[in-house]
């Protein structure tokens, strides 16, 4: 894409209420409109970097035989009710409004009951488990307070699975691939080394449950790591069943504040008890089915990605969710033979099947490379004067330091591809 | 995809409160789930439909030039009341909910106004002009009533896409681009020959409008058309102005039932000016960005598809957005050779890059074709007894008659590509 066509441009400031570094660092590059606190537009830059996060995750879900569906915004009063979850005392997230046509809605901010409700006409049997489906769906949640950017929103998105058993064995087997699979997705996207599976609380259905926890500063949590032994622990269950559980000492242990990124949870039987989810066995009898959920904070992770990637005028984006590939930059200036050379480098770079931001614009290259610098796209190509006096491009590496000067025909070997 | 591994079944009956063929076709062969009237979940096979539906109107705007990106549900009470549309006297379908922190906020049935005042940001010169932006975007509309199943939701999918040119020439070629690729999206879809652009009402800012009007039996829209001269007039506006700019008679018209499936909308330069959208031109002068906005209804286009290509208990999906390519049918029975055999043709057709649904399941022939029909994928390839004994496999293009025996080795070229 011209840099030149694309409508966002780069600002000096962002705007003065926002206080997180990841939506003043997006806001800026132009990959985030803030429409109010806590809810954020995704413009051109931000929309690619959020479908290629969706992508990976849409992958490992696939790779494990999960199914893709999406939920609805609007929610069933009487279906909340069932389990106890509508009043505002109960859950005090709800966003709730009036129907024309008479009663009250609730906007989702979460799709346990109304998957577990559906999953009634469709599970019947043991033969028909186990069955595991996700989404990629917009969460509403009326928090009190939003300061935390795109890392915590009232609008936000989040991929969710649920899983449908009919034992715990079965159960099992869906949970600890997932658990796999949740790895693989942060490995991917540049925070494996960082996150760790955390024991956490469990709610009203298991005593634990597992959180993914990046360890950022910007993040709500504060957790206990051992980065040897790739273990951690949220501070609210930091007590010595849960050292014992895990075989670390406290003294093991490192305090880090953590943004949890994915959590994993066991209902047991109880959540489909609740909802009216049975399904017959083999005698015939009739039983709640074992379920599972299992959620990742899809707009969250690029939060944490600008938290951890960024700085307050620059930012490196993994590889494998950049919006664009390479960065072209052209300092062209009025030199039309070296615009054509540029041009020509940009259709090179598309017939390889690179994704390609071309800065064509006719400004200064310290504020092109100012604008590259915020934008974050990690590898970049410079056609200059000097350059083209070499019969080479200049090829950055922006994670792995300096320029190089690349002959035009190593050109696309040197380029790294997601 | 093995049809065992599927969620989802086929349902003898649909919903008793369900009216609309659409919904009652959709849901019995497992596309949709309905939440509550209005309001769908769209399960594994309605969902591929939906993005491939979504997959075309992308490629029709991206050709364009337009820029893709994803604006918010939540909305600002005051942005709205600067153009006096938050009032309920003065639009009837809001959903409008409080904040736990103070206030109200909406909830989106439309983006004109975000969009707009978001641009201010980005649109301040004449060098910026023009720019088109679109979306797919869950719109909430509080209707009073909602009997039309998808085609007329509470919650409904829609793309809109929004220019913004420094005048009424380049407005026009955006607009006059804009008839054309709707054309060819609805073309693509196969409605073509039964869509027409529509001599609407205007609204407030212009005394014409263009919708983009199918005929369909279940529309809630009525018109006068010309097959002949591909020419529509809306009820609404029929009178002698609008024939004689049309230059028929209405003798030549026919009166059918239709539904919108797509609307163009010439703001001229009021919108930005109640929004306060402006751009400086070549003398300094700061002057309202002239704005158009274009809609389709994503799922609602599903909808109508469904209408015109189904009946009660059966269904014929255009190639184009088919949920599978190919649905292959395996009457092995408990014969295992038969079953490797079946096996080894869903293999090549996947090898061959064709989306399959292989219904492996045990059953007898008569209900896999009954829920092959109900499905509607429009070809369908049939492994048995009497195919395997022929070298044969069965091909059947359901839309164009009967079944034929076709050697396996020509059986790749055979299938029509999407």
């Not at 997230?93 to 409700?117: R, T």
């Amino acid at each position: 894409m011209r840099q030149s066509h694309l409508f966002t441009k780069t600002q000096k400031t962002a705007p003065k209420d926002e206080v997180a570094k990841n939506a003043q660092l997006l806001i800026r590059a132009g990959f985030v409109h803030k429409e109010m606190a806590g809810v954020y537009a995704y413009l051109p830059l931000g929309i690619r970097v959020l479908e290629r996060i969706k992508a990976i995750v849409r992958e490992e879900m696939d790779a494990l035989g999960c199914q893709e569906l999406i939920m609805t915004s609007l929610q069933r009063k009487e279906l909340w009710e069932r389990t106890d979850r509508w009043d505002d005392e109960k859950v005090d997230v709800w966003f709730k409004s009036g129907l024309k046509a008479g009663g009250e809605v609730g906007l989702a901010w979460s799709h346990e009951e109304p998957i577990g409700d559906m999953m009634r006409a469709y599970l019947s049997s043991y033969k028909d488990l186990p069955k595991t489906v996700y989404q990629f769906q917009t969460k509403l949640r009326n928090e009190l307070r939003a300061k935390s950017g795109i890392m915590r929103g009232r609008e936000f998105v989040m991929k969710d699975a649920y899983s449908f058993a009919a034992g715990e064995e079965d159960h099992s087997r869906i949970y600890d691939a997932m658990k796999v699979a949740y790895m693989n997705v942060f490995t991917r996207l540049g925070l494996g080394d960082d996150t760790f599976i955390t024991f956490a609380s469990g709610g009203a259905f298991t005593q634990f449950s597992h959180e993914f926890q990046t360890i950022c500063d910007a993040g709500e949590d504060v957790c206990y790591v051992s980065r040897k032994k790739k273990i951690a622990v949220n501070q609210e269950v930091l007590n010595d069943e849960a050292l014992s559980a895990l075989g670390v000492s406290r003294d093991e242990l490192e305090e880090v504040k953590t943004a949890e990124v994915g959590n994993i949870f066991n209902f047991g039987r109880q959540k489909a008890e609740d909802i009216g989810l049975m399904y017959k066995d083999e005698t015939g009898a009739s039983i709640p089915v074992w379920m599972g959920s299992y959620g990742i904070g899809i707009t969250r992770l690029m939060g944490v990605l600008a938290e951890k990637f960024g700085t307050e005028a620059s930012m490196i984006w993994p590889k494998s969710v950049t919006p664009f590939d390479v960065h072209l930059v052209s300092l062209a200036g009025g030199n039309s033979d070296l615009a054509a050379e540029a041009d020509r480098v940009y259709e090179l770079l598309m017939e390889n099947g690179f994704s390609v931001l071309y800065d064509d614009r006719d400004l200064r290259a310290g504020e092109k490379f100012a604008d590259a610098d915020l934008i974050g796209i990690p590898q970049r190509i410079v056609v200059s004067e000097k350059t083209v006096a070499a019969g080479s491009v200049e090829y950055v590496d922006r994670g792995n330091g300096g320029a190089q000067l690349v002959p035009e025909s190593q050109l696309i070997e040197r380029i790294a591809r997601p």
